[in-house]
């Protein structure tokens, strides 16, 4: 399954971190939301996922809403899967960064294949 991850794409003063996982035929944006100073130790409270069409349409969930609310033991394994995905040193673990990544977009593609109904949805938006 061929993605395109970005992550931390935020101003850098923001308690606001948005990152996007693009597909073949639609894209997942992800919103976290921080307490505290984001340079000192920020504490994630928040995680919104949405999924978009290629030209920007939001795409409902099976329950008519339009986004994900990441809450309880889910928002726990997302802040340790981002922490770990965050912390690997590029050029020294490049081997460990694509297994975080993976395990990173996996989780993301667990939780939309739960809530949406991409078939209809994607095919209604072309």
């Known amino acids: 399954m061929n993605y395109k991850l970005e992550i931390n ?17 639609f894209k997942i944006n992800i919103i976290e939301r921080y307490a505290g100073r984001m340079n000192l130790n920020p504490k994630l409270i928040e995680v919104f ?35 770990d995905l965050q912390s690997v040193d590029i050029s020294k673990e490049l081997k460990n960064k694509l297994t975080f990544e993976q395990d990173y977009v996996y989780f993301i593609l667990k939780l939309v294949l739960n809530n949406y109904e991409l078939n209809s949805a994607l095919s209604k938006s072309t």
């Open 9 to 25: 794409t935020q101003d850098p003063s923001s308690s606001l971190v948005f990152n996007m996982i693009t597909f073949e035929s």
């Open 49 to 83: 996922v949405k999924v978009r069409t290629l030209n920007d349409q939001l795409v409902k969930k099976i329950d008519g809403n339009s986004r994900i609310r990441v809450i309880g033991d889910d928002l726990t394994i997302y802040a340790q899967l981002s922490k």
